[in-house]
């Protein structure tokens, strides 16, 4: 049984940093594309940033430059490094994965319980 646990939101001020983890179960990681989405009140859901099986990544235009993905294999753990926050990345931030060497195929199956990540100004 795949399971996806996030740890790591909070709170913080406008310019600080959060790491948020994904342990992963079930499967191993490494060999499928893994990301994080990120959902605001009222606002659509948004892919945040993903990584494929080869470690090509891929970020939405709102966090390049201030957010790294990256996964430890021999942990079968996911991360998102966040830096330079904005009250703006106020969102529930959920855990993804899909069955697929590559993030460009197929539909993200598995979802995290998702972590709150809140910046203030």
């Known amino acids: 049984q795949v399971q996806l646990v996030e740890s790591g939101g909070g709170s913080v001020q406008a310019g600080g940093s959060l790491r948020l983890s994904c342990a992963a179960s079930?499967?191993?990681?490494?060999?499928?594309?893994m990301g994080w989405f990120r959902q605001a009140p009222g606002k659509e859901r948004e892919l945040v940033a993903n990584?494929?099986?080869?470690?090509?990544?891929r970020y939405a235009d709102s966090v390049k430059g201030r957010f790294t993905i990256s996964r430890d294999n021999a942990k079968n753990t996911l991360y998102l490094e966040m830096n330079s926050l904005e009250p703006e990345d106020t969102a529930m931030y959920y855990c993804?994965?899909?069955?697929?060497?590559?993030?460009?195929?197929?539909?993200?199956?598995?979802w995290g319980q998702g972590t709150q990540v809140t910046v203030s100004s």
């Open positions: 990584i494929d099986s080869g470690g090509s990544t």
């Open positions: 079930g499967y191993r990681s490494s060999s499928y594309c």
């Open positions: 993804v994965a899909k069955i697929y060497y590559t993030c460009t195929a197929g539909q993200y199956k598995y």
